[in-house]
Structure formats: structure tokens, C-alpha cells
């Protein structure tokens, strides 16, 4: 006796609970089908799908299904995962019961080995739900302690920002983000202790190598982990946790001087943002991003020279506006234009001329073509001829109407102020 639905149908029902809207490469019940012949770009797009999340900057999970079949739910362009094999569906519910990813980037892999179409046993078992993370508080005798906040993605993925906030605010901890939380806080906060993670002295200019405490909450690892942080005392909250994690705390002083983080980048980079020169300096171009924006808008960029700089310098209050994710996964800026223009969600996508002659760039844009949802791409390099700096505002506006064919417009950029950063903050990290 059966309860009336496909193993396919329950499965599909699960993703839906993950943020699952559409599904990449073969179908599967009744997601949304982008049919994508090959099995590469369809991981691809699944990852870039989960890795940008909803509009809402809120986390979810891409999907792909492949020849095996295989079941891949990612959100970390680049993200690996041991293969799992499941035969029944109580195992399917089973793995998935606290599938990874939906907080902080990662990466599930499932071997289907068992028929979508047969319909399900009666009574299937209930998978196990997630476990349960006891409750943590501060205790408010640690409050003569020089306390920073470190938090990543997870804090977006969550929409957990404003219990960052509140403990900020409780504790007078200055917030420390890495450039996947960019705009967590506002540049001008007295809260804003800098964006670290992409150079080998961020920590130690935003003041986390000299506290007594840090507070990390919604970590990447592959942006920052907390194996990063071994020689510092460290207390990891849940980002669901933090809006009670000070409870007992009365309101202390807030911080009266901002890190050298901030000072010294905002020195360094304020007359590249002031810039009228051609090429464009970087940092001029991150500032023309971030003004282009529309709201609901993303900017999508591969990693690499101008992934780093945008990272640094893209000035922005609105946490989940940029995306450049933490591994270099070839075609991401390209599938990220996608998967936003089959959303119909606006998107301004940066790769520069190493990336566009990869293979997988060329197989994401073929695809946007044939399903009549063309991308737009700014090429960062030596090429193209612009007379001001309007010119590159101009294009920007024009990338945001979406148009059936794709479009790759050269954008002439001056990185060579690298070095200055470098001599500033150290080693940019390297894009693994």
C-alpha cells in the first residue's frame, strides 16, 4: 500500500524545504528543468544557483542530476563531497535531514540507486531532524574584555545581520567581516573594524590579533576558517544564537576609534575611487558597480586580480549585493549571470581575459544563448577603449537590460596599484 506519491515526488518535496527551485542537466519530478547536456556545467550552475542565494540574500541549495544518477546540492563553487549511496527512501531523508550549506557554503553528492518513479512504501519512517546546538550565553563578568565580532556568509546566508548587530551593540565588540559578509556594517559605523580574509595582515590591522575574546559566527572556511584563528581565544556562535548570546548584558561603550584597517584603506584607496583616469582604477570601477546596483541587484565576479580588488574595494551597506566566491571555479561570473537572468534578477557580472578564454565560460554563455537568456560580461583587462570614466557608468546601464544574446564588452582596468596594497596589508591571499 502506498501513499499516493513517487520517491520522486518526496524528494522533491525535501529540496523544495532546502531552497531547491529548479534542477540543472537531467529532470527530476516536478523542479523547474534547465536542460544542460553537459554534466560540468550542470554542477557548475548548481553551485553558482546555491552559492547566491534568494534575492533575499537567505541561503538554499542548488541542484544538479547527472548520469549515475547522481544528486549534487551545493552552494560552494568548487565544493567537493564524498559520494554518498542511497537505496531507499528513508536513506534519501535520512541524508538530507541537516544537509549542509544552507548557512555557511558546502557541497552534498547522492547516488540515487533506487527508482524515483515506484511509489513510496506506507509509513515511511521520519528522517532524523538536525540536531539540536545547546544555547550559549556570555557571561557578563567578561564585559572589562577588549571583545571583536568575526562573522562570514553564514551571517547573510541567515538573515542574521541585525543579531549581529544587537550583540555589537550590547557589547560594545567591534565587527570584523570577511568580504563575504561585505556590508554586514556600514563604512562610517563606529561598529566597522574592516573586511579581512584577503590580505595576510587583516586580522592584525583590524585589532583581532590584539583581543581578548573573539566571537566568530557564519565562518567559510575556505574564506577564512577558525583553524585561522588557533593562536587567539576563540568562542564559535551559531549565527541563530547570537541575538541571545549577550542577554544578560547591560549596554557597554561603544568603540571610539576605527582599526588601522579602515584608516589606512580608506587612505590608500580613496584618490583611486576619486580617479577620472583611463584605464579605470580598480577601485574607481568597484565604486561604479556598487552605485549601478538596483535594489535586489548582485554583483557576481571570478575570482582572481579583479576579484581580489572588487572584494577590497566595492563600497556597499547592503550585505549580499556581492558574490566572489572563495574558490576559483572557472565560468562562475558567467553561470552566476544565468542563473540571475533566469530569475530575472538584476545582475552585473565582472571576469577578466584569462577567464573568458576558459572552456567553461564559452559552454555558459553558448547555453544562455540557446535558452534566449543572454548574459552580459565585463571583461577586466588591457583591452577596450573608453573616453571617460561615464562611459564605463553607461555600460553598466546598459548591462542590466536583459536581451536574448549574450554580450562581452572590454573594460580597460589599471591594476598595477597592487603592489601598494601589498606594501599596506600584506600577501593577497592566493585563489585556490
Keep these: 500500500m502506498s501513499t499516493g506519491s513517487t520517491v520522486g515526488e518526496v524528494l522533491e518535496a525535501r529540496l523544495r524545504q532546502l531552497g531547491v527551485g529548479r534542477v540543472y542537466g537531467h529532470p527530476l519530478a516536478g523542479l523547474d528543468h534547465v536542460d544542460v547536456e553537459d554534466p560540468d556545467v550542470a554542477v557548475l550552475l548548481a553551485d553558482v544557483d546555491g552559492r547566491i542565494g534568494h534575492i533575499d540574500g537567505?541561503?538554499?541549495?542548488?541542484?544538479?542530476?547527472?548520469?549515475?544518477?547522481?544528486?549534487?546540492?551545493?552552494?560552494?563553487?568548487?565544493?567537493?563531497?564524498?559520494?554518498?549511496?542511497?537505496?531507499?527512501?528513508?536513506?534519501?531523508?535520512?541524508?538530507?535531514?541537516?544537509?549542509?550549506?544552507?548557512?555557511?557554503?558546502?557541497?552534498?553528492?547522492?547516488?540515487?540507486?533506487?527508482?524515483?518513479?515506484?511509489?513510496?512504501?506506507?509509513?515511511?519512517?521520519?528522517?532524523?531532524?538536525?540536531?539540536?546546538?545547546?544555547?550559549?550565553?556570555?557571561?557578563?563578568?567578561?564585559?572589562?574584555?577588549?571583545?571583536?565580532?568575526?562573522?562570514?556568509?553564514?551571517?547573510?546566508?541567515?538573515?542574521?545581520?541585525?543579531?549581529?548587530?544587537?550583540?555589537?551593540?550590547?557589547?560594545?565588540?567591534?565587527?570584523?567581516?570577511?568580504?563575504g559578509a561585505r556590508g554586514v556594517e556600514r563604512r562610517d559605523s563606529p561598529f566597522n573594524f574592516g573586511v579581512v580574509g584577503l590580505q595576510a595582515r587583516d586580522l592584525e590591522l583590524a585589532g583581532v590579533a590584539e583581543a581578548d575574546l573573539v566571537v566568530t559566527s557564519g565562518l567559510d572556511p575556505d574564506e577564512l576558517g577558525i583553524a585561522d584563528l588557533s593562536h587567539l581565544v576563540v568562542q564559535e556562535v551559531p549565527p541563530r544564537q547570537l541575538g541571545v548570546f549577550a542577554r544578560d548584558w547591560s549596554t557597554q561603550p561603544w568603540p571610539t576609534e576605527p582599526t588601522r584597517l579602515v584608516t589606512e584603506l580608506a587612505a590608500f584607496l580613496s584618490p583611486l575611487y576619486e580617479s577620472e583616469t583611463i584605464p579605470l582604477t580598480a577601485p574607481r570601477a568597484a565604486l561604479h558597480l556598487a552605485g549601478a546596483l538596483p535594489d535586489g541587484g548582485l554583483a557576481v565576479v571570478d575570482p582572481g586580480e579583479a576579484g581580489f580588488w572588487v572584494a577590497r574595494s566595492f563600497p556597499t551597506s547592503v550585505a549580499g549585493s556581492l558574490c566572489v566566491p572563495a574558490i576559483a571555479e572557472p565560468g562562475f561570473a558567467a553561470a552566476a549571470a544565468l542563473v540571475c537572468r533566469l530569475e530575472n534578477r538584476p545582475v552585473l557580472a565582472v571576469t577578466d581575459e584569462h577567464q573568458l578564454e576558459l572552456a567553461a565560460t564559452e559552454a555558459v554563455v553558448e547555453l544562455a544563448d540557446r535558452l534566449g537568456s543572454g548574459i552580459a560580461l565585463q571583461v577586466w583587462g588591457d583591452h577596450g577603449s573608453m573616453a571617460s570614466t561615464r562611459d564605463h557608468v553607461d555600460l553598466l546601464a546598459a548591462h542590466l537590460v536583459p536581451t536574448p544574446g549574450s554580450r562581452l564588452d572590454p573594460v580597460p582596468i589599471d591594476v598595477s596599484k597592487t603592489a601598494g596594497l601589498v606594501d599596506l596589508a600584506g600577501a593577497v591571499r592566493p585563489w585556490t
Design 58 to 179: 537567505s541561503g538554499r541549495l542548488g541542484a544538479a542530476l547527472v548520469d549515475g544518477p547522481i544528486l549534487h546540492l551545493s552552494s560552494c563553487p568548487g565544493g567537493t563531497a564524498p559520494l554518498q549511496t542511497v537505496s531507499t527512501l528513508d536513506e534519501v531523508l535520512a541524508a538530507l535531514a541537516d544537509s549542509p550549506g544552507l548557512d555557511v557554503p558546502a557541497t552534498t553528492a547522492l547516488h540515487l540507486d533506487l527508482d524515483l518513479d515506484a511509489p513510496t512504501p506506507s509509513g515511511p519512517s521520519d528522517a532524523a531532524g538536525p540536531l539540536r546546538t545547546p544555547v550559549l550565553t556570555l557571561d557578563p563578568s567578561l564585559a572589562g574584555l577588549d571583545i571583536v565580532v568575526l562573522v562570514g556568509p553564514g551571517i547573510v546566508r541567515t538573515n542574521t545581520v541585525d543579531w549581529v548587530h544587537s550583540f555589537s551593540r550590547s557589547t560594545g565588540a567591534g565587527v570584523v567581516a570577511t568580504w
